[in-house]
């Protein structure tokens, strides 16, 4: 089988670090996405881990580690539009593009 | 670009009603993705294409859905006969190969079904 598991809610205050886990167990991995999703709107992309480490783009870093089947989505400097939910997917293969998503995480962000 | 684009963007109809959901990808995309998404079930990826050919329709819930993709600019999800359990929002997603694979998935604005 296969399973994402991330928390379901998060708050954290304006200005602060929040850090999203998502944990996987899937027959074949081949890397990890984060997407955001506001209130009433589509998905969009974040961030794609393939490799273990950290990827910085902007506020928002994505962290993989393969031998221990867990990553994590931290945001800093937090700020009010930042409330949204936070799907973690992975990529079982290279080749298809095919993607299973987390239930997501709501963050709220509070002034 | 236009983005992906979708319609209609919000759908109501009655249960046994035939309905079709359209997609029209972003230029030079190879790959197209249908999913669902409710409360109870999240995110499903319902099926995909890769140019034009749909490569796996295991999330397809049942014969009542099915889904084509005639041309690289534009596919279709159709449900027939639709029931209230169908209402959800349904998204298309298109990407296209890297060097890296397919990594980044774009997706549309949105249909909201709701079928009474």
């Known amino acids: 089988g296969q399973s994402l598991e991330q928390p379901s809610e998060v708050t954290a205050v304006e200005g602060a670090i929040v850090q999203i886990n998502c944990t996987y167990q899937?027959?074949?991995?081949?890397?990890l996405s984060w997407y955001q999703q506001h209130d009433g709107g589509a998905p969009t992309f974040l961030s794609y881990?393939?490799?273990?480490g950290l990827e910085e783009t902007g506020r928002f870093s994505s962290f993989l580690s393969r031998s221990d089947s867990y990553g994590y989505l931290l945001l800093q400097e937090l700020q009010m539009k930042d409330s949204a939910s936070y799907f973690c997917a992975v990529r079982r293969s290279g080749n298809t593009g095919k993607l299973i998503f987390g239930q997501g995480t709501t963050l709220q962000v509070k002034p | 670009d236009a983005g992906v684009i979708q319609s209609p963007r919000h759908e109501v109809t009655e249960m046994g009603q035939e309905v079709t959901l359209r997609c029209k990808p972003i230029s030079g995309h190879d790959y197209l993705f249908w999913y669902r998404q409710t409360m109870m079930r999240g995110l499903e990826l319902l099926i995909y294409f890769n140019n034009n050919v749909p490569i796996d329709d295991s999330g397809m819930p049942e014969d009542r859905f099915s889904a084509k993709m005639p041309n690289a600019s534009f596919s279709t999800l159709k449900i027939q006969p639709s029931e209230p359990r169908d209402s959800a929002v349904y998204f298309c997603?298109?990407?296209?190969?890297?060097?890296?694979?397919?990594?980044?998935?774009?997706f549309g604005p949105g249909t909201r079904l709701l079928v009474l």
């Open positions: 881990n393939a490799l273990d």
């Open positions: 899937t027959s074949g991995f081949y890397g």
């Open positions: 997603a298109s990407s296209y190969r890297t060097s890296g694979g397919v990594e980044t998935q774009y």
